[in-house]
């Protein structure tokens, strides 16, 4: 399994970022997938979650409305748009996987919130 985020930067308060996720070696239609952060000194935490299918989507309280998770089976490809960036959302952002029972982890996306 093999996971590559992309599409992180610095971003002024107010901006927007896409963040997208690269998969391989599972199969990427069967599986739900996920979006963590982890801000330095604080835990991971999951900021969105979607089906496989990508019918149904799951969000952190303090993203709802501004963050949105979206894939595409026909690219191995899962996406997070995040709008209406805070300096608050600055952290690494971890595309994630559980994939027959084991967890998987990209390297990880910078984002920086910050004017």
């Known amino acids: 399994v093999h996971l590559v985020e992309s599409g992180g930067g610095l971003v002024q308060p107010g901006g927007s970022l896409r963040l997208s996720c690269a998969a391989s070696?599972?199969?990427?239609?069967?599986?739900?997938m996920s979006w963590y952060h982890q801000a330095p000194g604080k835990e991971r935490e999951l900021v969105a979650t979607i089906s496989s299918a990508g019918g149904s989507t799951n969000y952190a309280d303090s993203m709802k409305g501004r963050f949105t998770i979206s894939r595409d089976n026909t690219k191995n490809t899962v996406y997070l748009q995040m709008n209406s960036l805070k300096p608050e959302d600055t952290a690494v952002y971890y595309c994630?996987?559980?994939?027959?029972?084991?967890?998987?982890w990209g390297q990880g996306t910078q984002v920086t919130v910050s004017s």
């Open positions: 070696g599972f199969t990427f239609s069967s599986a739900a």
């Open positions: 994630n996987v559980r994939w027959r029972y084991i967890n998987y």
